[in-house]
């Protein structure tokens, strides 16, 4: 089993440039979500979806897009990319209702933008 | 104040010794709470759920204290392969989950 699979796995990007952070679970999960991973401060929600066609803000949303046509793929964009979003991005999934069992990670994207 | 708050470490402990870590969290009516470990540049993973009644899986035990609003994790005989950082992770109902910013365990020979 794939699991949930993030590509690419390394960016560098000029800033304003925009780009796509791609993600698919195979899990059939209907909540999938991403994070942002910056040093001494812990994962930060970006935006989340708990099904296709629903998507909704987390902590940190201002300069990400996102989209959920499908089940399996749920793609974040950069819209103008600055320093700022320089950063690790990781997406999650889990089964709605499933506290228990957690999140399941892809293996990251590391993002720099100059 | 951070909603959830770990000791940042690194906490450096001999193979074999006891090391145990405690998060605090400030949300009252966070409902589940997790333990992950994350080794260096890569993703976060399960580690264990954390109980009201306590639980053990191997060599770790999770504990959660309502009262005083903490989770703790005790690693017994540590080993090499222990080093990671450990994130404690709370959830308030719904979809808010917070994750701590990690306690970093190297473990030496």
């Known amino acids: 089993n794939a699991g949930v699979t993030q590509t690419p796995k390394f960016q560098v990007l000029k800033t304003g440039q925009s780009m796509t952070l791609q993600c698919a679970q195979d899990m059939n999960h209907e909540y999938m979500s991403w994070y942002r991973q910056d040093p001494g401060m812990g994962l930060r929600l970006i935006h989340y979806s708990v099904g296709a066609g629903i998507t909704d803000q987390g902590e940190v949303p201002n300069g990400y897009n996102v989209s959920r046509s499908t089940t399996e793929d749920f793609p974040l964009r950069l819209l103008s990319a600055a320093p700022s979003q320089t950063s690790v991005y990781f997406c999650a999934s889990k089964e709605v209702g499933q506290d228990g069992y957690g999140y399941t990670f892809g293996s990251g994207t590391r993002l720099t933008v100059v | 104040r951070k909603e959830v708050e770990q000791d940042p470490g690194p906490f450096n402990v001999p193979e074999g010794a006891t090391v145990a870590f405690n998060c605090t969290y400030s949300n009252s009516a966070s409902q589940s709470f997790f333990w992950y470990r994350q080794d260096c540049r890569k993703e976060p993973k399960l580690l264990m759920s954390?109980?009201?009644s306590g639980n053990e899986d191997g060599r770790f035990t999770a504990q959660l204290n309502r009262a005083s609003q903490y989770i703790s994790l005790l690693i017994r005989d540590s080993k090499l392969s222990d080093s990671a950082t450990y994130l404690c992770?709370?959830?308030?109902?719904?979809?808010?989950?917070?994750f701590g910013a990690g306690t970093r365990l190297f473990v030496k020979a």
């Open positions: 954390v109980y009201s």
């Open positions: 992770v709370v959830n308030s109902g719904g979809f808010k989950t917070i």
